[in-house]
């Protein structure tokens, strides 16, 4: 229940919103008679905006604004369209300044929105849409549509003349000691931009903390969306220079293609600790980038702390995803890569007309730089979880020569290609640590060379409809339950790429999809494996049934490659409860994986999550894990005492004698360490994760 003090001040801050001044602007009205009370409605924006006073609202009628200067915000202010129709800002024909020009610059300001608005055709070097500059925080622009903003007007395929040549639909830029925060770029489209040397949503400078959101980004002559550090142009001081702790999720950016150089849709150019998660990135030149091309100051850091998890990339021109600096003082550091989905690029295809890049074919530049993941200089990458299917003749993950690759590590993934030809090429300089690398056509090859991809498969992952990117699972999908069975949601996130729990059935599965159709079968608890006397008892419990035939137990050694080791009859079609087991008599003798697979009347199947019993070394069981509140102990010792610490080695819970059921409601969820006492020299140390 709300308190009566809580709901005063609540009634106190609507009665403050209510009071806030309103300025109001319309195609007819009037800058000298006006007053900007609805009445009388102010003529031009930029005028309304000039007298409107801090923290007050602009609304704007629809209708077509040829302002002739452009709108300057230096104060707390909210620019909103009101009422249905378009509001449109046009720079066309405006031609003071001839360079630089901007449409709204918000200069060190706090508490601004702009909300609704429609602008267009500013064209020239310099020229922007809106510009953020400086300082100021709680600044946000959303539901606006920008098109034509460029160094030169609706023409996508000319190269610029050179590299000072720019524009930007929209750009963040912080300048100052205090950084620009809270930023939030939202449920935008911005189209048809000619932006030379510049990108179409560009983040730069001193920014800590933003939100790139929910916006479509397409028909640029260049990058779509980029988050950027260590370039001195913006002024800012060395050790904050870089945008940070931000956020790119959710938006559908294709049609990104530049004459002069790779031009990726979402780019991190020495950014820090950023998130791009759930984004659908296709026929662009690049679609995803890591990279940091400035030289990295004493003062900074080099791009990191990336996490790229859940995107949808497929169809671009080049590659799917470029991993690390062209700068080989500058390596790439700390980069996660999930549970995305990257499908046939590298297609060589020439995109908004452009056929060239920097002088080559499309086609040939694709040839130096393709592939789906393209490594150049990396200090610490992890791909894991992803759907890798690469186009034929074409590679899934290349080293490009000439840069060292270390600290790369991989596993989890599914591989596929319809032919036969390299899977993995490894020419680079050097690849964690061994310069002896070279082409690998199989994953089985690759896993021997490097000890990578241990658990990785190769197969076709059973999208739904391919040929037309529907690259959702069927559901008996290959790619089911293929992930790392420790999930970690802040490596894979909390949702897939359409917005569905991340996990499913208990496993995770391998790329941006998650198969979130329901079993034939309804399981309920217990569902378990534990050890016994005479072998490994699994035991698993229906609550109903459906057209359900049997159930074929599998076992594997390394938790990839299963084999089926029994058979047990199902109920067919059932509503009421029943208990199942089965007993493995000669499990291996180490870690053993099993899964049941559900068989339905008409020959579909589906798996269950996959079970691990250790049959040699551990002889305390537990289960379930990962654990709710309640956790069950079998062992044939007394266990004297039970440490629980987290991965940093604290110890967050100590039972000593355990009963069978340990309560553990008061244990906050993640992944833990527990260590079983069984005497003064014997312990036993088991991953646990608590839900």
Request: aromatic share 8%; glycine share 8%; charged share 15%.
């Amino acid at each position: 229940m709300q308190s009566k003090s809580s709901f005063a001040a609540l009634l106190v801050l609507l009665f403050a919103a209510n009071l806030l001044a309103q300025v109001h602007v319309s195609p007819t009205g009037a800058d000298v008679f006006g007053n900007g009370d609805i009445d009388h409605p102010y003529l031009t924006i930029a005028f309304a905006v000039q007298q409107a006073p801090p923290n007050s609202i602009v609304y704007i009628f629809p209708g077509t604004y040829s302002e002739v200067s452009e709108i300057y915000i230096d104060k707390p202010l909210n620019l909103v369209k009101n009422g249905n129709g378009e509001v449109i800002i046009d720079a066309i024909g405006r031609t003071s300044p001839a360079t630089d020009k901007y449409m709204i610059a918000i200069v060190d300001a706090d508490l601004v929105t702009i909300d609704g608005l429609t602008l267009k055709n500013c064209t020239g070097n310099g020229s922007k849409g809106i510009w953020v500059l400086g300082s100021g925080s709680i600044i946000t622009i959303k539901n606006c549509s920008i098109s034509n903003i460029g160094w030169v007007s609706n023409n996508l395929t000319v190269p610029p003349p050179n590299n000072n040549t720019v524009a930007n639909a929209i750009k963040v830029e912080g300048t100052q000691l205090t950084p620009l925060s809270v930023v939030h770029i939202l449920d935008n489209e911005v189209s048809n931009c000619a932006t030379g040397w510049g990108e179409a949503v560009s983040l730069v400078g001193n920014i800590d903390g933003f939100l790139v959101e929910d916006n479509i980004v397409h028909d640029i002559a260049n990058i779509g969306i980029v988050a950027a550090g260590n370039y001195a142009y913006t002024g800012a001081p060395a050790a904050v220079n870089q945008a940070r702790n931000g956020n790119i999720r959710r938006n559908r950016v294709y049609n990104c293609m530049s004459a002069i150089a790779n031009s990726p849709g979402i780019y991190l150019d020495g950014a820090v600790d950023c998130t791009v998660e759930g984004n659908r990135v296709y026929q662009n030149a690049v679609g995803l980038s890591v990279g940091g091309e400035e030289t990295v100051p004493a003062e900074a850091s080099n791009s990191m702390g990336h996490r790229i998890y859940n995107n949808l990339v497929y169809n671009n021109s080049v590659t799917g995803m470029y991993i690390g600096s062209n700068n080989p003082n500058n390596a790439v550091q700390l980069i996660t890569v999930n549970n995305n989905t990257f499908y046939k690029n590298r297609t060589g295809a020439a995109i908004n007309g452009v056929t060239m890049i920097d002088g080559l074919p499309a086609s040939s530049f694709a040839d130096d730089f393709g592939g789906e993941i393209l490594l150049q200089n990396i200090n610490g990458t992890s791909v894991q979880n992803n759907i890798i299917y690469s186009l034929d003749n074409k590679r899934a993950i290349v080293a490009l020569e000439g840069y060292t690759v270390s600290g790369f590590t991989s596993d989890y993934n599914v591989y596929f290609r319809d032919d036969a030809a390299p899977l993995f090429d490894l020419t680079g300089l050097s690849f964690n640590g061994s310069s002896a690398m070279t082409s690998f056509n199989t994953l089985a090859e690759f896993r021997t060379a490097t000890s990578l991809e241990t658990h990785s498969v190769f197969g076709a992952p059973g999208f739904v409809d391919a040929a037309t990117f529907d690259l959702s699972l069927t559901p008996t999908a290959f790619a089911t339950d293929k992930g790392n069975p420790t999930y970690l949601s802040g490596f894979s996130g909390l949702k897939d790429v359409a917005g569905n729990p991340r996990v499913s059935n208990d496993r995770i599965d391998a790329g941006a999809f998650e198969n979130q159709m329901a079993l034939p079968v309804t399981f309920i608890s217990p569902y378990r494996a534990y050890k016994v006397e005479a072998g490994v008892r699994i035991e698993w419990t229906t609550a109903s049934e459906t057209n359900s035939s049997h159930f074929d137990i599998e076992r594997s050694t390394n938790g990839t490659d299963f084999r089926k080791i029994g058979t047990v009859e199902a109920q067919k079609n059932s509503l009421t409860v029943h208990h199942y087991s089965t007993l493995d008599t000669r499990p291996a003798n180490e870690m053993n994986y099993y899964r049941l697979k559900q068989v339905d009347l008409d020959g579909k199947f589906v798996y269950t999550t996959i079970l691990a019993v250790s049959y040699s070394r551990f002889e305390v069981q537990f289960y379930p894990n990962p654990v709710g509140n309640l956790l069950h102990l079998e062992s044939e010792h007394p266990i004297e005492k039970i440490m629980i610490e987290d991965l940093l080695g604290k110890t967050v819970m100590t039972i000593n004698q355990p009963d069978k059921t340990i309560d553990l409601k008061g244990l906050a969820s993640g992944q833990y360490i527990v260590v079983f006492q069984k005497s003064k020299e014997e312990v036993e140390v088991r991953r646990l994760i608590k839900n």
